[in-house]
C-alpha cells in the first residue's frame, strides 16, 4: 500500500512549524584543512620572492635580475596562493590571481603598489591561514543541498540513477541534473514543457516515484538582498510551473537561516512581504507543486514511501 501526499499547503505548514536549525550539519566545514602545509609553504615562497624583489629595488638592482625573481613570483602563483596576503591584495586590486600571474607588467605594477600600501610580516601563522580558508568556506556550499537532499532520498530508497535508459526502467530514483539530463533532455523523455524565463534554466534533482515526477531545486540562503532576491524569486517561478501531465509536480526547497525568516508569519513589509504573498498565492493556484524546508521535504518523502 501507498501513502498519498498530502496537500502541498500540509507540507508548508509543517515547513513553517519546524525551521531550520543555526547549525546544519551538511554546511559545516569545521575540520582543519588537510592541505593547510601546502598553503602555509605557498604562502612562505610567496613572500619570500617579494621580500626579494622588493630588496633588489630598493639597491635599484639590474632590470634583467629584478624580472628573474617576478617570473619566479608569477609560477609561485598557484591553488595554494588565495590565503597570502599578496593574493588578497590582488583582489583589492580588482584583479584575480589567475589573471595576474600571466601578465608579469601587471604583476609587476600590483607588486610595487603593494609595497608601498602594505606591512610586511615574515610570520605564517597556521591559525591565520586557517582563518582564511574557513573565511572562503561558503565557497564550497555549491552542492551541499544537493547532498543533503540526495542522503535523504537514498535512506528513503530512491536509487541514485546516471542514465536515461536506467531511469526508465527504475520506478524509484533520483537524479541530479547533469549534460545528461538537462533541459532539453528532461522535455523530451519526460514530455514536459518547463517553461522557465530562463532558457538555459538548470534545475538540482529529477526524482521518480514510479508513475510521479518532481522536479526539484535547492537553494540554501542565510541572508537577505539582491542576489538573495534573485534567487528567492527563481523558486517562486518554479512554483509557479505547470504541466498537463498531473504526475509531474515541481519543488522549491529553501533551507539556511532565511528560510525561517521567509516561513515566518510575523508582520513584514517591502520584498519579503511580496515573497511571502507569491508563495501562498502559487500553492494554492498550483497543487501539484511544494514549497519545502528540511522538516517538509523529509516529510513529503515518508508519504512517499511504500508501506508493506
Not at 593547510?36 to 612562505?44: L, M, Q, V
Not at 630588496?55 to 624580472?67: A, C, I, P, Q
Not at 609561485?76 to 599578496?86: A, H, K, R, V, Y
Not at 534533482?205 to 540562503?221: N, S, T, V
Amino acid at each position: 500500500m501507498r501513502n498519498t501526499p498530502l496537500s502541498n499547503l500540509v507540507y508548508f505548514k509543517i515547513s513553517q512549524e519546524n525551521p531550520e536549525p543555526s547549525l546544519d550539519g551538511f554546511y559545516i566545514f569545521e575540520k582543519r584543512n588537510p592541505d593547510i602545509k601546502k598553503y602555509i609553504d605557498n604562502t612562505k615562497q610567496i613572500k619570500n620572492y617579494l621580500i626579494t624583489i622588493r630588496m633588489l629595488l630598493d639597491k635599484k638592482e639590474k632590470k634583467d635580475v629584478v624580472d628573474k625573481y617576478f617570473r619566479l613570483l608569477a609560477n609561485s602563483l598557484n591553488e595554494f596562493s588565495n590565503c597570502s596576503e599578496f593574493s588578497c591584495f590582488i583582489n583589492a586590486c580588482d584583479n584575480v590571481l589567475g589573471f595576474v600571474k600571466n601578465d608579469l607588467s601587471l604583476l609587476k605594477e600590483i607588486a610595487k603598489r603593494y609595497f608601498k600600501n602594505r606591512i610586511f610580516n615574515e610570520g605564517v601563522p597556521e591559525e591565520w591561514i586557517q582563518a582564511i580558508l574557513d573565511s572562503n568556506s561558503a565557497r564550497k556550499k555549491g552542492t551541499c543541498g544537493e547532498n543533503k537532499l540526495l542522503y535523504f532520498l537514498e535512506r528513503a530508497g530512491f536509487k541514485r540513477i546516471n542514465t536515461w535508459n536506467d531511469f526508465n526502467k527504475c520506478e524509484k530514483c533520483v537524479v541530479r541534473f547533469s549534460e545528461i539530463f538537462n533541459l532539453d533532455a528532461a522535455r523530451k523523455n519526460l514530455d514536459i514543457n518547463i517553461k522557465t524565463h530562463k532558457q538555459n534554466k538548470r534545475l538540482d534533482l529529477i526524482i521518480k516515484d514510479k508513475e510521479k515526477i518532481y522536479l526539484l531545486e535547492a537553494k540554501h540562503l542565510n541572508t537577505s538582498g539582491g542576489g538573495q532576491d534573485k534567487q528567492i524569486s527563481e523558486l517562486i517561478e518554479l512554483l509557479s510551473l505547470s504541466e498537463k501531465n498531473k504526475n509531474v509536480s515541481y519543488i522549491s526547497f529553501l533551507d539556511g537561516n532565511y528560510s525561517n525568516v521567509l516561513l515566518g508569519e510575523g508582520r513584514v513589509m517591502g520584498k519579503l512581504k511580496t515573497q511571502r504573498r507569491d508563495i501562498n498565492k502559487f500553492l494554492k493556484k498550483k497543487p501539484n507543486n511544494y514549497w519545502v524546508n528540511t522538516a517538509g521535504f523529509k516529510k513529503l518523502l515518508e508519504n512517499l514511501k511504500t508501506v508493506f
